[in-house]
């Protein structure tokens, strides 16, 4: 078969000739059919991701639908981190995926559960989130964030602040849910805006998290109030200068939400709902779909996808 292959971390993966997949345990082979390439699987393949353990050669790819033996077209979650969904065939195991609704759009389910998941999960799994919250999404231009605005709104929030960068994205959110939305540099209007938020959803992390924390905390009027601040991505930085004052003098609790931080079986009991909620069109995806041969030109960023997560299929 073909997959599209990494040998170097350094190096963009080719689409080339590989081993027919070799199932374990309770796992089966499932022709593939789309493929999401997520941030995830850029880190996975650069072995950036903080559960790359350095393994070459390796079949990129974390997650997929494909036609089971059965006849089912599911989307499944890959477990190995070698050998992954961007080929003809994989292995995975049928306890990790769920069925298609009849209808649904493979690229669209292919490309959106991963964006979705994690703010999905997050909220469901990491904190007790209640119903009628106030809920800040920090970095909501970015696929994920997009996701998340729509997510908070899906499961019960009752008002959303979504922050990010690009402006004319930004721009667009109000008609996916967001109540008001702030640029992320605005951090003073950010404080204005959120400061009787519940919940901080933030993909950025970094120094314009830690500047946001200090303004929220400060700006509250219960400062006692709770606040989950949930940590899911970091594309501001690694490490956020947060000082010591901003967790005693107020109700800040903060979380990460990602692999290790939930089980395998809590993103799996999750599926059916993540998948159902974009194959009816509750939460909007944008896919852009490329054949699996052109995973390099994918890989370089030769597609111009803006808020469209690009998808591979063969």
């Known amino acids: 078969m073909h997959a599209s292959v990494v040998t170097h971390f350094d190096s963009a993966p080719t689409w080339t000739e590989f081993p027919e997949p070799e199932p374990r345990g309770e796992e089966v082979v499932v022709d593939v059919v789309a493929a999401g390439l997520h941030p995830r699987v850029r880190s996975q393949a650069d072995g ?13 790819g974390v997650d997929g639908v494909g036609r089971f033996p059965d006849g ?42 991963n964006p979705v998941m994690s703010s999905w999960v997050a909220l469901r799994r990491r904190i007790a989130f209640p119903d009628g919250a106030r809920v800040l999404v920090l970095g909501a231009t970015g696929a994920s964030g997009r996701a998340a605005v729509q997510v908070a709104k899906h499961l019960g929030a009752s008002h959303v602040v979504a922050s990010g960068r690009n402006p004319e994205r930004l721009a667009e959110l109000p008609a996916l849910g967001a109540d008001v939305v702030v640029p992320l540099d605005d951090v003073e209007a950010i404080g204005r805006a959120a400061s009787d938020v519940d919940v901080v959803i933030d993909y950025v992390w970094g120094a314009p998290a830690a500047a946001v924390m200090r303004t929220l905390v400060t700006a509250r009027e219960a400062r006692g109030a709770r606040l989950d601040w949930i940590a899911i991505g970091s594309t501001a930085g ?42 009816d069109g509750t939460i909007a995806v944008d896919a852009t779909a490329l054949p699996m041969h052109a995973v390099a030109d994918a890989w370089a960023g030769q597609v111009d996808a803006g808020t469209s997560r690009v998808v591979l299929v063969v």
Do not use: N, W
């Open 48 to 60: 950036s991701h903080y559960t790359s353990d350095g393994a070459l050669p390796l079949v990129p």
């Open 72 to 113: 089912t077209l599911r989307y499944f979650a890959v477990q190995s981190d070698t050998r992954g969904s961007m080929a003809e065939r994989t292995a995975v195991d049928p306890r990790a995926s769920v069925v298609l609704p009849d209808g649904a759009d493979p690229a669209r389910i292919a490309a959106g559960v």
């Open 238 to 279: 690694q490490e956020a200068p947060i000082p010591s004052a901003a967790l005693r003098a107020s109700g800040l609790t903060i979380v990460g939400s990602g692999q290790g931080s939930v089980g395998t079986s809590g993103f799996v009991a999750e599926l059916p709902g993540i998948v159902g909620a974009i194959a």
